[in-house]
T-cell receptor, first 114, second 113 residues
Framework: AQTVTQSQPEMSVQEAETVTLSCTYDTSENNYYLFWYKQPPSRQMILVIRQEAYKQQNATENRFSVNFQKAAKSFSLKISDSQLGDTAMYFCALPSNTGNQFYFGTGTSLTVIP | NAGVTQTPKFRILKIGQSMTLQCTQD?????MYWYRQDPGMGLKLIYY???????DKGEVPNGYNVSRSTTEDFPLRLELAAPSQTSVYFCASTPGTGQNTQYFGPGTRLTVL
């Protein structure tokens, strides 16, 4: 069975600093995708970034980047130049290749301190 | 293009009542999902559908039912509401397989008293 683990329930970072959120997963698939979603206080789930497992290059979206270590089954999210609007819950997610299951971690609550 | 819409946004039910949570997407996505999110937790899959007329159970289906008569709509039915069903419910859709990004609705906050 596929699992996703986020071991940091809460984190905080000073505005303009860099923070890294951890995620580990388990899957028997060789080709798969990984996602980070952000959930601000509004509750809306917002895609932050996605990574394709067969790509060597780590995905980057503006201030957000990932450190994808396939052999270690690790998928961490780095937020650079943190902004107050980054305050949110962050979820790591792993879909099954059939698309009928998406597995979410328990989330990391990030607070950006002014 | 509204994406995924859910109604209502909030609802309070009494124990034993029933209700239907509505979900509609206008992106012509084949796959649709219902999740629940309990306080401080991640999302758990209730039911999913891979196309009109096809539904299947997820991780936590007990106490819920779904139907998918059209591509656009995927309502979730709660029969005999219980306090354990107090949660935030999210509907999501994706074009096809697991390689696709899930698009989420804004959620429905349900309280059962």
């Amino acid at each position: 069975a596929q699992t996703v683990t986020q071991s940091q329930p809460e984190m905080s970072v000073q505005e303009a600093e860099t923070v890294t959120l951890s995620c580990t997963y388990d899957t028997s698939e060789n080709n798969y995708y990984l996602f980070w979603y952000k959930q601000p206080p509004s509750r809306q789930m917002i895609l932050v970034i996605r990574q394709e497992a067969y790509k060597q290059q780590n995905a980057t979206e503006n201030r957000f980047s990932v450190n994808f270590q396939k052999a270690a089954k690790s998928f961490s999210l780095k937020i650079s130049d943190s902004q107050l609007g980054d305050t949110a819950m962050y979820f790591c997610a792993l879909p099954s290749n059939t698309g009928n299951q998406f597995y979410f971690g328990t989330g990391t609550s990030l607070t950006v301190i002014p | 293009n509204a994406g995924v819409t859910q109604t209502p946004k909030f609802r309070i039910l009494k124990i034993g009542q029933s209700m239907t949570l509505q979900c509609t997407q206008d992106m012509n996505h084949n796959y649709m999902y219902w999740y629940r999110q309990d306080p401080g937790m991640g999302l758990k899959l209730i039911y999913y559908s891979v196309g009109a007329g096809i539904t299947d159970k997820g991780e936590v289906p007990n106490g819920y039912n779904v139907s998918r008569s059209t591509t656009e709509d995927f309502p979730l039915r709660l029969e005999l509401a219980a306090p354990s069903q107090t949660s935030v419910y999210f509907c999501a859709s994706t074009p096809g397989t697991g390689q696709n990004t899930q698009y989420f609705g804004p959620g429905t906050r349900l309280t059962v008293l």
